[in-house]
Structures are given as structure tokens and as C-alpha cells.
């Protein structure tokens, strides 16, 4: 059977990156998950528009041929949902009941956020860029109809990676992640790559919308006291792709293999323990380590004993690390503590794992990732130079 995203709601769709078959840096398009509050919106391609307003000099609407003739910029980056991994809390959380992949990685293209902000001229007062999806509905504890919207600070606004995105793997957008036009900030949780954009607006003030208020809130400690605040850059996390929870291994060599992000900053290393923690060994990095970018990471198990044992993953980003325990200030949201996985070595098996070679590794990343979708995608030049991202 053709592998598929894994559908956690149907209507709207909310479905899962299947990441438990993960071989590609590039996650398919049509693998990568999707995460929509309401219905995705019918949008008359012919008659679309932009409208950039408020706090500018020039107000005014772009067409599609106007938007798309300005200079185009390409980042590869990965987007995890903030609520992933929820339904590990032991404490359980409100919201969608997301396992491990509310998270890919691919290739973003689009124009800056910048280019067009610039065009109209920023006034002076100007704090946040508000930008408005196509999409309405209402939530329990909202019930009058509104449209999907997000405040972003000024200063990401303008960042030339913070993208108008229209192509994703070098494909149109599909319409579940937000045809023809969406917002893509990279190293952010998903939700501030709003979809479907209808209208930007430039605000002197912090947008108080419902999800920047209500929802994607976190509790911070300050020397006041614990605040409220938005769910920003992804925090440091790793997570284990196989062996899975449960598996039976053979006594030898063991590969655990996985990934590790970051958010806005490089994975400087991952480590494993087969000790629940108690001890931990490093992990090898496989291809690229970038910001925004997920990194690969393998490590041979040795294995002389049968028995059950718990495999653990972290990843550190300079002097950050993954912690071990979930954070109850962060409610149902960056979840990004360790998750023990339980294995057990059979002593009648074997196992014989060898290092991954990297050129073999490449060659079936980018079969995969061309297997899966439509157009071929050249993520070995990225992948082998380290240039352009
Ligand atoms: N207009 C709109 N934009 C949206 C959303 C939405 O429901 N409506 N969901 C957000 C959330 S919470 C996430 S995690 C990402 C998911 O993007 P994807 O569905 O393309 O993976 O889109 C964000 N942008
Ligand atoms: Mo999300």
C-alpha cells in the first residue's frame, strides 16, 4: 500500500506526517502533514489578490503576475505543529491529540515578506505585520465566526528568509497547505505560517487575536512570576524514527536512526542512551547541519546482552538541551522533552548493522522523495556542499 499521511481528524483534515517509514531529508508533499482549524477555503484563483495595509505609506493590492515578477528566494526548512507530541503527556491536554509526526522538512520558495513591506514603506510606529488567512469558523469557546490570523513581530517580518511561499519541493502548493499563497517563517512552530493569506496589515500594536491569545500560549518564569506568552522559534528536540516502540532486536549491531531540529539554531550534536538516560553515547550526523533545517542521525547499537532496555534520544543546539521531562509551564504546547522508547534484544536473532554510507544514503533520499511526489527534487547539492540555504 502506498504510504499516506496519517489522519488523526478528517474534517478539517488533521493528519500526520508518517514518519515511522522516514528516509528522505525532504519530507514528500504529499506525506507532510497538515494541520487546519477550519475547512480549507475555496479561493477564484483568477481573481486574487493581496492587500497590503495599515501602518504603510503606499497601501495597496499586488495581483498574482505582480507578486510573483519580484525577486524569488528559496530556504529549506522544517515545521513542526506546536501541539506535536501532546497526546505523550502524561497530564492530558486540550487540542488535537497529535502523536510524533505533526512535523516534515522541505523546500520553501516564494518572495520576502520584506520585499513587499518595503515597497509600501514602513511608517515609524510600526510593531507587528498581522497577516489575515481565507479561512473562517469558529472554536467552542469562540463561537462568532472569524478568519485565521497571526501577529508576527516586525523583526521577523523583515527577516529575508520569512517568506510569501507559493511553491513547497518545487510544486504548486497543494491546497491543504494553503494554495495559492501562505506565509512561511522559518524556525517558528507552524502555526505563524499562516495559510491561504488574504490580507497583510501593519500594526502599532500587538494583534490580541484568538490564536495568540487563547491558543499557542505558553507560561514563561520571570523574576515577576510566571507570563504569558506566544509560541515562537521551535525548541531543541530529537526523536527517534526506528526502531519503533516495542520492537525485537537481535544481539550484534543495532541501528537506531532518527532526526533532530532546532528551530532557528544548528543541531551541534544528538546523543543516545540505551540506559533510560543513565548514560549517553554520541550520535552520528548524516548529511547537512543548518538552521531551520532538521539534521539526520544514526547510531550502531553493540549489543552482547538479551533484555528489555530503554532507548533515549537528545539533541543539543550549542548550550541548549532537549530535557528530559516535559515543562507543565508549557501546557500542551513545545513538547519537546525526551521520550524513553522501550526494545527488547532477543538472544536468538542477530543483527548486523554497518555504517551508513553517505553516497547510498543521498542516492535513496532523493529516489524517495521523487517516488513521492511530482517533480524531482536536487537536494544533493544542498545536501553534499552545505550552500545556499
Ligand atoms: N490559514 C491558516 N493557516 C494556518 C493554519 C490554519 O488552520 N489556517 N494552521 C497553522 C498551524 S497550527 C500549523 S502547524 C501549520 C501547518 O501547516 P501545514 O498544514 O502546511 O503542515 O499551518 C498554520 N497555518
Ligand atoms: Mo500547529
Redesign the pocket.
Known amino acids: 500500500m502506498p504510504e499516506q499521511r496519517k489522519v488523526i481528524t478528517q474534517a478539517p483534515e488533521n493528519s500526520e506526517t508518517p514518519l515511522e517509514s522516514l528516509r528522505s531529508w525532504v519530507t514528500p508533499n504529499r506525506l507532510?502533514?497538515?494541520?487546519?482549524?477550519?475547512d480549507v477555503p475555496a479561493i477564484d484563483a483568477a481573481d486574487w489578490s493581496l492587500a497590503i495595509e495599515g501602518c504603510v505609506a503606499r497601501p495597496r493590492r499586488w495581483s498574482w503576475e505582480e507578486l510573483t515578477a519580484l525577486p524569488e528566494r528559496t530556504v529549506f526548512a522544517t515545521?513542526e505543529?506546536?501541539g506535536n507530541g501532546r497526546s505523550f503527556l502524561r497530564r492530558r491536554a486540550p487540542g488535537v491529540q497529535w502523536g510524533a509526526g505533526?512535523i516534515?522538512h522541505a523546500e520553501w520558495t516564494g518572495v520576502p515578506v520584506r520585499a513587499v513591506l518595503e515597497h509600501s514603506g514602513i511608517e515609524p510606529g510600526a510593531r507587528e505585520v498581522l497577516f489575515e488567512?481565507w479561512?473562517r469558523g469558529s472554536e467552542s469557546d469562540h463561537p462568532e465566526l472569524m478568519n485565521?490570523a497571526r501577529g508576527l513581530p516586525l523583526e521577523k517580518a523583515l527577516h529575508p528568509d520569512t517568506l510569501l511561499a507559493y511553491r513547497m519541493n518545487g510544486e504548486v502548493l497543494e491546497p491543504?497547505?494553503?494554495f495559492p499563497l501562505?506565509l512561511f517563517v522559518p524556525g517558528w512552530?507552524?502555526?505563524a505560517?499562516?495559510?491561504?493569506l488574504k490580507r497583510i496589515e501593519v500594526l502599532d500594536r500587538t494583534f490580541r487575536g484568538y490564536f495568540q491569545t487563547k491558543k499557542y500560549t505558553i507560561e514563561r518564569a520571570t523574576d515577576q512570576g510566571p507570563q504569558t506568552r506566544v509560541v515562537g522559534p521551535m525548541a531543541v528536540k530529537s526523536e527517534i524514527v526506528r526502531p519503533q516502540e516495542g520492537a525485537v532486536l537481535g544481539l550484534g549491531t543495532n541501528r537506531v536512526f532518527g532526526v533532530a531540529w532546532a528551530g532557528e539554531e544548528v543541531v551541534t550534536a544528538v546523543e543516545v542512551s540505551t540506559d533510560g538516560g543513565d548514560s549517553w553515547n554520541p550520535a552520528q550526523l548524516l548529511g547537512l547541519q543548518t538552521p531551520y533545517s532538521w539534521t539526520l542521525w544514526e547510531y550502531l547499537w553493540e549489543t552482547a546482552d538479551p533484555g528489555s532496555y530503554t532507548l533515549v534520544s537528545r539533541s543539543l543546539a550549542g548550550s541548549k538541551v532537549q530535557p528530559a521531562e516535559p515543562d507543565p509551564l508549557l501546557g500542551g504546547y513545545m513538547i519537546h522533552f525526551s521520550r524513553p522508547r522501550q526494545v527488547r534484544i532477543e538472544g536468538t536473532r542477530h543483527a548486523r548493522a554497518e555504517l551508513a554510507d553517505l553516497d547510498t544514503l543521498l542516492y535513496d533520499m532523493n529516489a524517495y522523495a521523487e517516488l513521492n511526489s511530482r517533480l524531482p527534487l536536487d537536494v544533493e547539492m544542498e545536501f553534499a556542499g552545505g550552500e545556499g540555504i
Open positions: 507532510f502533514f497538515v494541520r487546519n482549524h477550519f515545521v505543529c506546536a505533526a516534515g488567512g479561512d485565521f491543504s497547505h494553503g501562505r512552530y507552524g502555526v505560517s499562516v495559510k491561504w
